[in-house]
């Protein structure tokens, strides 16, 4: 997080040359930071499908498949998106936009990640596990990447689908079907993904204008982008919230969710309603601590309850 927005600041970091800066640049063209949240969502999802520790083998393997998924589809999306990268401060020193890895190794790297990936899931976990985490991983490199990130406002609201699969195959991994807090924890993902995504533009929009990419912010302005941050934090909240009725989660999880939502909703709020980039930078921050809490009131809720 702090790196993304030190990017958006443009304290873009020096890298070194040499076979350590080699292997940092691959290292890099996994998107690790976006990885890490996928991992901790298909552990959130692992521990609430076995009400506990799940085994540790299972748990291993599962993590480690879904790294190699993950920094897959990172890869993948740095060689795609290379020529709109060169145009962003936030991306013009990623490994292949910066010309440190040719488009053609990115592509071969990214590759062999999604075959050892899709293996070890398939042969040490399961199909379900393994066929959920691919299907995942093209939605985001076919629908999203290559298709909706250049078309459309809509890129972040229909191409969140792939970042919310994480728990689908964590949940699969341990029982071998998807379960209903499964499905809970995706479509809180999926509608979390806006208002975090968007957040996230407010502060680089003029990079996504000049990359020519539709994102909200450069092409229906600020004002309405934090309309529609504001009515989707407050959707998503609901849908949170709903999971207690639905009797998908506890109590112990609607205390946490309706706090934690409380304080989304707070902070969307005083951006709609005040400055644009300090909110929006403050919006950006919470949010990934929401998820994160979130993710920890659905495990303790499964766990204790």
Known sequence: ???????????????????????????ELTKPRIMYLLLVTTFAAMLMAAHGFPPLGITLVTLFGGALAAGSAGAFNCVIDRDIDRLMARTMSRPVAAGRISPIAGAIFATL????SFFVLYRFANPLAAWLSLGGNAYYV????????????LNIVIGGAAGAVPPLVGWAAVSHTIGGPALG??????????????????????????ANVPMLPNVRGDAHTKKEIFIYTIVLVAMSLALTPLHVMGLWYFIPAAILGAVFIYDAWRMFSGPTKPMARITFKYSLLYLALMCVAMVADRVIG
């Open 1 to 27: 997080m702090s790196s993304t927005l030190s990017r958006l600041d443009g304290n873009i970091p020096l890298l070194h040359g040499g076979w350590r800066g080699t292997l940092v640049d691959y290292y």
């Open 185 to 210: 924890l995706f479509a809180l993902i999926f509608l979390w993904t806006p208002p975090h995504f968007w957040a996230l533009a407010l502060m680089a929009n003029t990079d996504y204008h000049k």
């Open 113 to 116: 990640l999604g075959i050892v």
């Open 142 to 153: 076919i629908i999203y990447t290559l298709w909706l990130k250049r078309t459309t406002t």
